[in-house]
C-alpha cells in the first residue's frame, strides 16, 4: 500500500505536471505539419551527424526538454503521421533518451545530493554521452519520401480534444507501469536484505527508489554523483518498459535499446567522475 502511493504520488505531483504541456504541445504540432518546418532546420545535424531522419529532429528537442518516455511518444506520434518508418525509431531510441532536466538539476541535485553544482555536472555528463552516442550511430534511415498527412483542413477543436485522450492513455501506462515495478521492489526488498549503502541497485529497476537510498548512503559525494549519472542515464527497467509499452506496434528490438542504455551508463559515469574529481 505504501509503494502504491509513493506511486501516484510521484506521478501526480512531479512526472505529470512536466510531461502534460510537452505531450499536447507535440501532439498538436505534429497534426499541424509546423514539424515540416523544425525538420528542415536541424536537416544537416540529423542526417550528418546523428546520421538519423530529419524529421526526428522534432524528437530529439523535444526530448531533451521534457525527458523519457516522452521520447518514445514523440516519436511514435511522428511514426502514426507517416514521417518517420521503424528503422528511424530503433537509431533515433539509441541516442534520444534524455531525463528531463528540471529533475536531474532539482530533485537529484538539490535534494538528493544537496549541491545544484552536482546535479549540473550530472545533466553536463548525461547530455554529451547521449551526443556520443547519437554521432557514433550506424546510419540506418532510408532517405525516402515520406506521404505526409494533411491536416491543414483538420479541425482544431478535434485535433486537441485527442490530443487530450491520446495524453491520457499515455499517462495512465506510465502511472501503472511505476506502480507495478515499485511494488516489486517493495516485494524484493521484504526477502532479500541488502545493506544500506548498496540499495542504491534497486535503481536498475526504478530510478528514483534507488537515488533515494543512494542520497543516504556513507559514499563520498564523488561516487554518490558518479552512480546517480549512471542510473539516470541507464534510465531503470521501468523506464524501458515505458518506452517499449508506448512504441507497442512498432518492430524494435530491445536488445541494440538496452546497449545503448548500459553504454550512455559508462560514458556519464566517467564524465561525472571526471568533472567532480577536478571541482572537488
Not at 549541491?115 to 555528463?125: A, M, N, V
Request: aromatic share 14%.
Amino acid at each position: 500500500m505504501e509503494s502504491i502511493n509513493i506511486s501516484f504520488s510521484l506521478c501526480i505531483k512531479k512526472l505529470f505536471p512536466t510531461l502534460i504541456p510537452f505531450m499536447l504541445l507535440s501532439n498538436i504540432l505534429i497534426r499541424t505539419n509546423i514539424i515540416n518546418d523544425i525538420s528542415d532546420s536541424f536537416k544537416y545535424i540529423m542526417n550528418k551527424i546523428f546520421k538519423v531522419n530529419k524529421n526526428c529532429a522534432f524528437a530529439f528537442i523535444m526530448g531533451m526538454i521534457s525527458g523519457t518516455p516522452s521520447n518514445a511518444k514523440y516519436l511514435k506520434d511522428l511514426s502514426q503521421n507517416n514521417l518517420i518508418n521503424d528503422k528511424d525509431i530503433q537509431n533515433s531510441l539509441n541516442f534520444i533518451h534524455y531525463t528531463n532536466p528540471i529533475f536531474i538539476l532539482q530533485t537529484i541535485g538539490s535534494l538528493y545530493l544537496k549541491d545544484k553544482k552536482l546535479g549540473l555536472i550530472i545533466l553536463i555528463s548525461h547530455f554529451i554521452s547521449a551526443f556520443i552516442i547519437g554521432i557514433f550511430n550506424k546510419k540506418s534511415y532510408d532517405n525516402m519520401i515520406v506521404k505526409k498527412n494533411n491536416n491543414k483542413n483538420e479541425n482544431i477543436f478535434n485535433i486537441f480534444i485527442e490530443s487530450i485522450k491520446i495524453t491520457i492513455d499515455t499517462l495512465l501506462l506510465i502511472l501503472g507501469i511505476i506502480t507495478v515495478f515499485l511494488m516489486f521492489t517493495t516485494i524484493l526488498n521484504c526477502f532479500i536484505k541488502i545493506d544500506n549503502n548498496y540499495k542504491f541497485i534497486y535503481g536498475l529497476f526504478e530510478i528514483t527508489q534507488g537515488l533515494h537510498y543512494l542520497s543516504t548512503s556513507n559514499f563520498n559525494i564523488i561516487i554518490k554523483s558518479s552512480i546517480a549519472s549512471f542510473l539516470i542515464s541507464f534510465g531503470g527497467f521501468c523506464i524501458h518498459m515505458q518506452v517499449f509499452s508506448i512504441i507497442d506496434n512498432k518492430k524494435i528490438r530491445y536488445l541494440p535499446y538496452l546497449k545503448s542504455r548500459i553504454i550512455h551508463g559508462i560514458l556519464s559515469i566517467i564524465f561525472t567522475f571526471i568533472l567532480t574529481s577536478i571541482m572537488y
